[in-house]
């Protein structure tokens, strides 16, 4: 079992930044791929960015391409999310997830343990 939870979100204005962090508890943080997810109301959870076991490798959603960073430290169990010149259809609750093997996935089915999630909300 893995137990995860997010800190970081809250309220922001447009072009903003924010920066989310997911703790994990649990089994060896090393050996799981990380993911983040989001929901906004009305909408179903979509794949935001997700990172290998070692951080060697990344992918991202296009809508957040080259404004969000996804990292992690291994020796803190934490995986991070920089969010960067934030807009307003970025609001959503924010969630981490892992998967049990050590390359990423932008595929929600393949994550086993999921984060109660976090609210980030961007003011126009």
């Known amino acids: 079992q893995v137990q995860l939870v997010e800190s970081g979100g809250g309220l922001v204005q447009a072009g903003g930044s924010l920066r989310l962090s997911c703790a994990a508890f649990?089994?060896?943080?090393?050996?799981?791929?990380m993911g983040w997810f989001r929901q906004a109301p009305g909408k179903e959870r979509e794949f935001v960015a997700t990172?290998?076991?070692?951080?060697?490798?990344?992918n991202y959603a296009e809508s957040v391409k080259d404004r969000f960073t996804i990292s992690r430290d291994n020796t803190k169990n934490t995986v991070y999310l920089q969010m960067n010149s934030l807009k307003p259809e970025d609001t959503a609750v924010y969630y981490c997830?892992?998967?049990?093997?050590?390359?990423?996935?932008?595929?929600?089915?393949?994550?086993?343990?999921w984060g109660q999630g976090t609210q980030v909300t961007v003011s126009s």
């Open positions: 997830a892992a998967r049990a093997l050590p390359y990423y996935s932008d595929s929600a089915a393949s994550y086993a343990y």
């Open positions: 649990g089994r060896t943080f090393s050996n799981y791929a």
């Open positions: 990172i290998s076991w070692s951080g060697g490798r990344a």
